[in-house]
């Protein structure tokens, strides 16, 4: 059986842009870099962007995987309207 989920978003728009996060030991703070808990980092940042309304910052200890996440400042999104694209559609010129 197939299940298509029909969806106006593209896939970049359901993608959380996550550049400033870290995934660390809990006891010695070295990093960690296995894809499980990367993963598992997106994954929680995505819930707790869904639950909260705003990006998780800080540091969020997970015990039963012995790992920190650390999330810094979540970048900068640009503007829905940067005027190029308003220029465009009206015919004008976006090179100035």
């Known amino acids: 059986m197939q299940i298509c989920l029909s969806t106006t ?18 006891e010695t ?7 499980e808990l990367h993963v598992l980092a997106r994954a929680y940042y995505a819930a707790w962007l869904a639950v909260h309304g705003v990006a998780p910052q800080k540091r969020h200890p997970l015990p039963m995987f012995n790992a920190t996440f650390e999330f810094g400042e979540p970048p900068a999104t640009p503007a829905q309207g940067d005027g190029k694209h308003a220029r465009q559609r009206a015919g004008g010129s976006a090179a100035r």
Do not use: I
């Open 29 to 35: 703070g070295a990093p960690l870099e296995t894809l």
């Open 9 to 26: 978003m593209t896939d970049r728009q359901m993608t959380p842009r996550l550049t400033n996060y870290r995934v660390s030991d809990l």
